[in-house]
Nanobody, 123 residues
Framework: QVQPVESGGGTVQAGDSMRLSCKAS????????MGWFRQAPVNDREFVAA????????DYADSVKGQFTISRANNKDTVYLEMNKLKHEDTAVYYC????????????????WGQGTQVTVSS
């Protein structure tokens, strides 16, 4: 299956932590950069975080720096997004996506997209 599959969303209280997972089979996973985007109601989809083929190569939106951590397990074809100290404004549908090798920051730079997983943070 080429389309990434996200999991781990749900409803939490403000200040809680949550980890999202995304399994992306059907490709040589280790050669793909992986990205997380999110879309809140009435907002455009926005970049959250990305990780290159090498796990040390990561980048984040300013709004989540120091709060979210992206990581990958190439032996499991899986990328993770660890979200700490969640706030109400983190409420959104979170999407996982991929592109060859290098990190990208724009939607058009990415290939396959998952269906998304809803994260709701109640205040």
């Amino acid at each position: 299956q080429v389309q990434p599959v996200e999991s781990g969303g749900g409803t939490v209280q403000a200040g809680d932590s949550m980890r999202l997972s995304c399994k992306a089979s059907g490709r040589l996973f280790s050669t793909y950069a992986m990205g997380w985007f999110r879309q809140a109601p009435v907002n455009d989809r926005e970049f959250v975080a990305a990780i290159g083929c090498l796990e040390r190569n990561t980048d984040y939106a300013d709004s989540v720096k120091g709060q979210f951590t992206i990581s990958r397990a190439n032996n499991k074809d899986t990328v993770y997004l660890e979200m700490n100290k969640l706030k109400h404004e983190d409420t959104a549908v979170y999407y996982c996506t991929d592109r060859p090798r290098e990190i990208g920051y724009r939607e058009w730079q990415y290939n396959y997209w998952g269906q998304g997983t809803q994260v709701t943070v109640s205040s």
